[in-house]
């Protein structure tokens, strides 16, 4: 098993930036990739970016692509999202994920963020 953690989120206004973290802990070594979703009350969770655990290859969401970074610290099992350039409608629930190469096997319990304008 493997337990995600996110942390990072809050309030803040359009334009400005904030920084999600997501620490893996448990079974780590059955990590081969992470990634970060969003999710919007009434709507499907959404993409936002993933990144390889090993070779660090990204692939992000067309929506956020430009504005959003994803990274990762292997030696604390941790990834990242740097979201900078907020708007209005980035404001949902985010959450970490974790999974091998064709399936998310483990999700974090969110953290809300909310962009005002």
């Known amino acids: 098993q493997v337990q995600l953690v996110e942390s990072g989120g809050g309030l803040v206004q359009a334009g400005g930036s904030l920084r999600l973290s997501c620490a893996a802990s448990?079974?780590?070594?059955?990590?081969?990739?992470m990634g970060w979703f969003r999710r919007v009350p009434g709507k499907d969770r959404d993409f936002i970016a993933r990144?390889?655990?090993?070779?660090?290859?990204?692939v992000y969401a067309d929506s956020i692509k430009g504005r959003f970074t994803i990274s990762r610290d292997n030696a604390k099992n941790t990834v990242y999202l740097q979201m900078n350039s907020l708007k209005p409608e980035d404001t949902a629930v985010y959450y970490c994920?974790?999974?091998?190469?064709?399936?998310?096997?483990?999700w974090g319990q969110g953290t809300q963020v909310t962009v005002s304008s």
């Open positions: 994920a974790a999974g091998g190469q064709t399936t998310w096997s483990y």
């Open positions: 448990g079974r780590t070594s059955s990590i081969y990739t």
């Open positions: 990144i390889s655990w090993t070779g660090g290859s990204t």
